[in-house]
């Protein structure tokens, strides 16, 4: 990496002085290609780097970066794979902390001040939720690594159970929580969603001894729901007794982050209720949990 960084000190004064004759300067180190471009005030550094695919070889781009009236800009998008052995990461690289599994509590509360719902008795343990960010990207704001922009993109699944005699239910096109009277006993009910979620976060980071990160990072998550189910259990056989619920299709949620290396704690709250206005109760979904970033 040193060598790289040396190569490009050399090739931006040469692009400087050759910008009269030619726009584009390459210089190979180490198996990378560096190439850079430049036109008016606007210098654009691109690094390829030789992989072997079959019987060719094949020059791949690892990094673009561009600087424009003395200040720099670089801009990675990456999609991630779990449980593929990746390159060792440069100590100097903004390594973004949104790709991942993560897993948690999840909470309905009557207000944004953490107010317990009439008739609502979540099991906690049995209420929860899962999810994966398969994809993930950051814009770097501060030259020295420690502040960016980071986005993702991923699928998940939220559960509430009820074990109170409680199910959520519809009718006269107004959602309730109601009490089973005068039919089957259950064993329990529950409210669950599939979602896809859509982080963006400004985030912090430094590396401990020039290693691993310490992170912490917080902003806002779109969420977009569908296949909302209310289900009972009788008898160890699950039934679907209403669907939709008058559910917003789109939430927005607060989230929150902080951990190191690859492993980190969060907590995320709806902005506004999940049932829509004079059409269900007033619930704020929460939840908290641990998160592995690969």
């Given at each position: 990496m040193r060598k790289i960084m040396f190569s490009l000190l050399l090739l931006l004064p040469l692009a400087l002085i050759a910008q009269e004759t030619t726009k584009e300067s390459t210089v190979y180190v180490d198996g990378q290609k560096i190439v850079v471009k430049r036109s008016s005030n606007k210098i654009?550094?691109?690094?390829?780097?030789?992989?072997?695919?079959g019987d060719t070889i094949e020059n791949d781009q690892i990094f673009e970066g561009v600087y424009l009236d003395g200040q720099s800009t670089e801009r990675r998008i990456a999609m991630t794979i779990p449980?593929?052995?990746?390159?060792?990461?440069?100590?100097?690289?903004?390594?973004?902390?949104?790709?991942?599994?993560?897993?948690?509590?999840?909470?309905?509360?009557?207000?944004?001040?953490?107010?317990?719902?009439?008739n609502l008795d979540l099991?906690?343990?049995?209420?929860?939720?899962?999810?994966?960010?398969?994809?993930?990207?950051?814009?770097?704001?501060?030259r020295d690594?420690?502040?960016?922009?980071?986005?993702?993109?991923?699928?998940?699944?939220?559960?509430?159970?009820?074990?109170?005699?409680?199910?959520?239910d519809e009718s006269d096109g107004v959602?309730?929580?109601?009490?089973?009277?005068?039919?089957?006993?259950?064993?329990?009910?529950?409210?669950?969603?599939?979602?896809?979620?859509?982080?963006?976060s400004l985030e912090w980071?430094?590396?401990?001894?020039?290693?691993?990160?310490?992170?912490?990072s917080a902003g806002a998550e779109v969420e977009v729901r569908y296949a909302v189910r209310s289900k009972v259990n009788i008898d160890d056989k699950t039934t679907t007794v209403a669907r939709d619920l008058n559910t917003h299709p789109v939430g927005i949620n607060f989230l929150a982050q902080a951990g190191y290396s690859n492993i980190g704690f969060y907590a995320r709250y709806s902005t506004y209720s999940l049932f829509e206005k004079n059409k269900g109760p007033e619930?704020?979904?929460?939840?908290?949990?641990i998160c592995w970033h690969w």
């Open positions: 654009k550094v691109k690094v390829y780097e030789e992989t072997v695919k449980f593929v052995t990746k390159k060792p990461k440069s100590r100097y690289r903004f390594e973004p902390h949104v790709a991942g599994l993560y897993i948690g509590y999840s909470r309905l509360y009557s207000n944004m001040a953490f107010g317990k719902p009439d099991q906690l343990s049995k209420s929860w939720e899962i999810g994966f960010n398969l994809f993930e990207g950051a814009i770097p704001l501060t690594r420690h502040w960016a922009i980071t986005t993702g993109l991923g699928w998940g699944y939220t559960s509430f159970r009820q074990n109170n005699g409680f199910y959520f959602s309730h929580n109601d009490i089973l009277i005068g039919g089957p006993v259950y064993d329990y009910s529950r409210l669950r969603y599939n979602f896809f979620r859509l982080p963006v980071q430094k590396r401990i001894n020039g290693r691993k990160p310490l992170f912490v619930m704020y979904p929460f939840a908290m949990g």
